[in-house]
Nanobody, 124 residues
């Protein structure tokens, strides 16, 4: 059974940085794309970033391009989200998810397994 465990969230001032980690256990991590999503209070869940199974292809929501970087270490079965120049509007619960295949997708229903989420709060 796949289990995703996120870590690295917290409270940071605007302009600061955080790095989220998501460790995958239970199956062959390297064969599947991974994604990060977020959900702010009162808003729908939105796609943030995705990475292909090899790490060779990445994609970002327009709102985080140039500030966030997704990466993965298949040897450690871990995906990361480096978040720089954080803004108050980045405040949300961040979730990692395992795709159903090797390519990322911005659609939540293309992901099979989800972590429990980690809170990111950016103060102004």
């Amino acid at each position: 059974q796949v289990q995703l465990v996120e870590s690295g969230g917290g409270l940071v001032q605007a302009g600061g940085s955080l790095r989220l980690s998501c460790a995958d256990s239970g199956r062959t991590f390297s064969g599947y794309a991974m994604g990060w999503f977020r959900q702010a209070p009162g808003k729908e869940r939105e796609f943030v970033a995705g990475v292909s199974w090899s790490g060779g292809s990445t994609y970002y929501h327009d709102s985080v391009k140039g500030r966030f970087t997704i990466s993965r270490d298949n040897a450690k079965s871990t995906v990361y989200l480096q978040m720089n120049s954080l803004k108050p509007e980045d405040t949300a619960v961040y979730y990692c998810a395992t795709a159903r295949g090797s390519s990322w997708s911005p659609l939540g229903n293309m992901y099979e397994y989800w972590g429990q989420g980690t809170q990111v709060t950016v103060s102004s």
